[in-house]
C-alpha cells in the first residue's frame, strides 16, 4: 500500500519506529513514583494519602477527590 501511494502520489513516504526505552512520557515517572511509595493499601481512602506524599522532592501532586454524586448516568 505505502509503495503504490507513494508511486501514484509522486511522493517519498518514510515510515519509523520507536526504539525500545524512547517512549516515556512524563505521567509514567508520577506513576513510578507512586508505585515506589507504595507500601500496602487497606483501604480505598488510603491511596489519597499515599499519592500526595509519593513525591519527595518539589511540590507534592494535588489530588482531586470525587464523590459518587459527580458522575453522571449516561445510560438512556
Known amino acids: 500500500m505505502w509503495e503504490y501511494a ?7 513516504i518514510t515510515h519509523t519506529f520507536l526504539g525500545k526505552g524512547h517512549t516515556q512520557n ?3 515517572s508520577v506513576h513510578a513514583c507512586i508505585e515506589n511509595a507504595q507500601k500496602v493499601i487497606y483501604i480505598p481512602a488510603q491511596w489519597v494519602t ?3 506524599c509519593a513525591k519527595v522532592a518539589g511540590n507534592p501532586y494535588t489530588v482531586i477527590e470525587v464523590s ?3 458522575f453522571l448516568d449516561s445510560r438512556p
Open 6 to 12: 507513494g508511486f501514484e502520489l509522486k511522493v517519498k
Open 26 to 28: 512524563e505521567v509514567d
Open 50 to 52: 499515599l499519592i500526595s
Open 68 to 70: 459518587n454524586e459527580e
